[in-house]
């Protein structure tokens, strides 16, 4: 229900747990491994960097209001506010920008290496300690943020597995890690594959976070990526609504879009002299008095039979709450019943939130079974206060896990559904329509040779960007920071494998299918007439003249063509004769010689 998304609420409970921005800070590790590189192969520490530079720049896109900060531990230098030793903060807590991000693209060069060891440095002698102090430093610039309503976390990069030599190191990690708990920091880590040996968590991290057995280990830049992209792009609540069943009866649930559609972000109006946004105030003015109106002063008055029907903004308002702001259940129906062509737009997502209202996990779960073990959905109404009513179907979504994780959460699925002016019936035709033709079982039996030739294994659409947002976020980056590069190309992830085609045999199939539906004949056919189109259609030749040809016959055209004097005639005269003995009479006056002079000479040999 696209409608329900950006708009602005009055209800304070919404508010405060509408989480909308989130605070990062990365805490790279600086020991000595991370710089080693495999053959033919980037070290740990530029893979890292090269993930840092897509994901602030996903950020500008995406997330413009979100903060991210820079901090490393195991340096040889310090910096930072609580002065620790072997801890560096290299960029504070603040809005990625496109200064912060040529700052990291050096990193990636020889020159910006030699001088990141003189500024920063690596490697240290107690690197559990650093690691500890590390920690409390990332905590400590997410502390100073004082916005409330964000999401806080500390992203931990490291290829150590065992940073702690002693017990009294272990102890004081994992006290600082419950600490940042309480401060409701949360701790992501994001193990590197070190070329000289696995990750091990058994060996400390799960003593630090006990879940954390269950994070994939990163070899390659791709699979960084991608693990940092299911990390950053949390699920975001776009509203907190309650279900209403019955008249005591409310459960707290949070309205969320699982699939949306990416867009180029809107156009602002600067000031020419600033570049300052322009900020568009729009004013009620009395008509008598020229004095400005406030909300209250305003008046509605549609026409009706009787003349103007005035109503406040009040009356407006409870015009359209017919019903409690929410969900009302109305009943449940057969899973049976809910048709594909009753979904009019993308469904939302519900999930309980427990925050909002005590117990509401609990009695969303019991409803979640039930729904599930019966096969029904649930028939809701669903009202806000900007828009009138209208009917939804909640369907329950069963959770989904592989090996690497989740793939489907566990909640439901509200699904608007029409009213019955909305559902239009196809017309039936008033004139006799011709049977088509069916397709022989010949043909079908070739059509699904194909299908199964040309199968997509563990295909997914979130492997596949948008080429047209891509190029355009491209350019936007190329503006702001590179304006001296070329444009590089942008990689179009939907473009048809056609050499995977040709291994899986895709190509013979194909064409054996083509034969039987349409003849063998087909491929010449349509050549044949894409040639034609594009000569523009086959024309009429022109009639000749009489008297052309009856001059041509009376030249002696062996004569003129062993004194070389074919030239002098007439193009008329000259295509005359190719006409009369079948030779092409296009081309230039030159091409007509020498075309006849090559027939003259062929006839008397």
Same mark, same amino acid.
């Given at each position: 229900?696209?409608?329900?998304? &950006?708009?602005?609420?009055?209800?304070?409970?919404?508010?405060?747990?509408?989480?909308?921005?989130?605070?990062?800070?990365?805490?790279?590790?600086?020991?000595?491994?991370?710089?080693?590189?495999?053959?033919? &192969?980037?070290?740990?520490?530029?893979?890292?960097?090269?993930?840092?530079?897509?994901?602030?720049?996903?950020?500008?896109?995406?997330?413009?209001?979100?903060?991210?900060?820079?901090?490393?531990?195991?340096?040889?230098?310090?910096?930072?506010?609580?002065?620790?030793?072997?801890? =560096?903060? =290299?960029?504070?807590?603040?809005?990625?920008?496109?200064?912060?991000?040529?700052?990291?693209?050096?990193?990636?060069?020889?020159?910006?290496?030699?001088?990141?060891?003189?500024?920063?440095?690596?490697?240290?002698?107690?690197?559990?300690?650093?690691?500890? $102090?590390?920690?409390?430093?990332?905590?400590?610039?997410?502390?100073?943020?004082?916005?409330?309503?964000? !999401?806080?976390?500390?992203?931990?990069?490291?290829?150590?597995?065992?940073?702690? !030599?002693?017990?009294?190191?272990?102890?004081?990690?994992?006290?600082?890690?419950?600490?940042?708990?309480?401060?409701?920091?949360?701790?992501?880590?994001?193990?590197?594959?070190?070329?000289?040996?696995?990750?091990?968590?058994?060996?400390?991290? !799960?003593?630090?976070?006990?879940?954390?057995?269950?994070?994939?280990?990163?070899?390659?830049?791709?699979?960084?990526?991608?693990?940092?992209?299911?990390?950053?792009?949390?699920?975001?609540?776009?509203?907190?609504? $309650?279900?209403?069943?019955?008249?005591?009866?409310?459960?707290?649930?949070?309205?969320?879009?699982?699939?949306?559609?990416?867009?180029?972000?809107?156009?602002?109006?600067?000031?020419?002299?600033?570049?300052?946004?322009?900020?568009?105030?729009?004013?009620?003015?009395?008509?008598?008095?020229?004095?400005?109106?406030?909300?209250?002063?305003?008046?509605?008055?549609? =026409?009706?039979?009787?003349?103007?029907?005035?109503?406040?903004?009040?009356?407006? %308002?409870?015009?359209?709450?017919?019903?409690?702001?929410?969900? !009302?259940?109305?009943?449940?129906?057969?899973?049976?019943?809910?048709?594909?062509?009753?979904?009019?737009?993308?469904?939302?997502?519900?999930?309980?939130?427990?925050?909002?209202?005590?117990?509401?996990?609990?009695?969303?779960?019991?409803? $979640?079974?039930?729904?599930?073990?019966?096969?029904?959905?649930?028939?809701?109404?669903?009202?806000?206060?900007?828009?009138?009513?209208?009917?939804?179907?909640?369907?329950?979504?069963?959770?989904?896990?592989? @090996?690497?994780?989740?793939?489907? #959460?566990?909640?439901?699925?509200?699904?608007?559904?029409?009213?019955?002016?909305?559902?239009?019936?196809?017309?039936?035709?008033?004139?006799?329509?011709?049977?088509?033709?069916?397709?022989?079982?010949?043909?079908?039996?070739?059509?699904?040779?194909?299908?199964?030739?040309?199968?997509?294994? &563990?295909?997914?659409?979130?492997?596949?960007?948008?080429?047209?947002?891509?190029? $355009?976020?491209?350019?936007?980056?190329?503006?702001?920071?590179?304006?001296?590069?070329?444009?590089?190309?942008?990689? @179009?992830?939907?473009?048809? @494998?056609?050499?995977?085609?040709?291994?899986?045999?895709?190509?013979?199939?194909?064409?054996?299918?083509?034969?039987?539906?349409?003849?063998?004949?087909? &491929?010449?056919?349509? %050549?044949?007439?894409? %040639?034609?189109?594009?000569?523009?259609?086959?024309?009429? #030749?022109?009639?000749?003249?009489?008297?052309?040809?009856?001059?041509?016959?009376?030249?002696?055209?062996?004569?003129?063509?062993?004194?070389?004097?074919?030239?002098?005639?007439?193009? #008329?005269?000259?295509?005359?004769?190719?006409?009369?003995?079948?030779?092409?009479?296009?081309?230039?006056?030159?091409?007509?010689?020498?075309?006849?002079?090559?027939?003259?000479?062929?006839?008397?040999?």
């Amino acid at each position: 229900m696209s409608e329900w998304y &950006d708009e602005e609420e009055d209800d304070a409970e919404e508010k405060e747990y509408d989480k909308n921005k989130s605070f990062d800070v990365f805490l790279i590790d600086l020991n000595l491994t991370m710089f080693h590189k495999a053959e033919n &192969d980037e070290s740990s520490f530029e893979i890292t960097t090269r993930v840092l530079l897509d994901f602030l720049r996903n950020k500008i896109i995406s997330s413009g209001n979100d903060m991210v900060g820079i901090c490393f531990f195991g340096s040889r230098e310090k910096k930072g506010n609580l002065n620790f030793e072997n801890v =560096y903060v =290299y960029q504070e807590l603040d809005f990625p920008d496109a200064q912060r991000i040529k700052e990291l693209e050096t990193l990636l060069t020889k020159a910006g290496q030699e001088a990141f060891e003189l500024q920063v440095g690596s490697g240290c002698e107690d690197h559990g300690k650093a690691l500890v $102090h590390g920690l409390w430093t990332a905590s400590n610039v997410l502390h100073t943020a004082t916005s409330s309503g964000v !999401t806080k976390r500390v992203l931990l990069f490291t290829n150590e597995d065992n940073p702690c !030599t002693s017990e009294v190191t272990v102890s004081s990690a994992i006290s600082r890690a419950e600490t940042m708990t309480e401060q409701q920091h949360s701790l992501e880590i994001l193990p590197l594959a070190s070329p000289s040996k696995p990750f091990d968590f058994k060996k400390f991290y !799960t003593r630090l976070q006990p879940d954390v057995a269950d994070v994939p280990v990163a070899e390659k830049l791709t699979a960084l990526r991608t693990i940092l992209r299911k990390k950053s792009h949390s699920k975001r609540r776009s509203k907190m609504l $309650h279900l209403h069943i019955g008249e005591t009866v409310r459960i707290a649930v949070g309205l969320y879009s699982l699939v949306q559609e990416a867009r180029k972000g809107n156009t602002v109006n600067l000031e020419v002299d600033t570049l300052e946004p322009v900020q568009t105030e729009v004013a009620w003015i009395c008509q008598d008095t020229a004095a400005v109106l406030t909300t209250v002063d305003h008046s509605f008055f549609p =026409y009706g039979p009787g003349g103007k029907v005035v109503f406040n903004n009040q009356e407006i %308002a409870q015009v359209k709450e017919m019903l409690p702001r929410g969900l !009302t259940l109305v009943g449940f129906k057969p899973l049976c019943e809910l048709k594909d062509y009753q979904q009019l737009r993308s469904s939302s997502f519900l999930y309980p939130e427990e925050q909002l209202k005590a117990g509401s996990t609990c009695a969303f779960i019991a409803l $979640h079974k039930q729904m599930i073990a019966t096969e029904r959905f649930a028939i809701v109404w669903a009202q806000t206060s900007q828009f009138m009513p209208r009917l939804a179907a909640l369907v329950a979504q069963e959770e989904v896990v592989d @090996d690497e994780g989740q793939l489907l #959460p566990p909640g439901m699925n509200m699904i608007p559904l029409p009213f019955s002016e909305d559902i239009r019936c196809p017309e039936k035709s008033l004139f006799p329509v011709t049977p088509l033709p069916r397709a022989s079982s010949e043909m079908v039996e070739e059509a699904k040779k194909v299908v199964s030739a040309l199968h997509l294994q &563990d295909f997914s659409c979130e492997d596949i960007d948008n080429p047209m947002l891509q190029k $355009h976020y491209r350019m936007l980056e190329l503006l702001a920071i590179d304006y001296d590069k070329d444009m590089p190309d942008v990689e @179009d992830s939907t473009v048809p @494998d056609y050499d995977g085609f040709e291994k899986a045999g895709g190509a013979s199939v194909v064409n054996n299918w083509k034969s039987v539906t349409y003849g063998a004949n087909h &491929d010449q056919q349509l %050549a044949e007439k894409a %040639a034609t189109v594009k000569k523009g259609g086959s024309k009429r #030749p022109a009639e000749k003249s009489v008297d052309d040809l009856r001059d041509a016959s009376d030249v002696d055209w062996v004569a003129l063509a062993k004194e070389g004097k074919l030239a002098k005639l007439t193009v #008329p005269k000259l295509k005359a004769y190719c006409s009369a003995h079948k030779l092409p009479a296009s081309g230039k006056k030159d091409d007509l010689v020498a075309r006849i002079s090559e027939h003259l000479s062929s006839t008397e040999s």
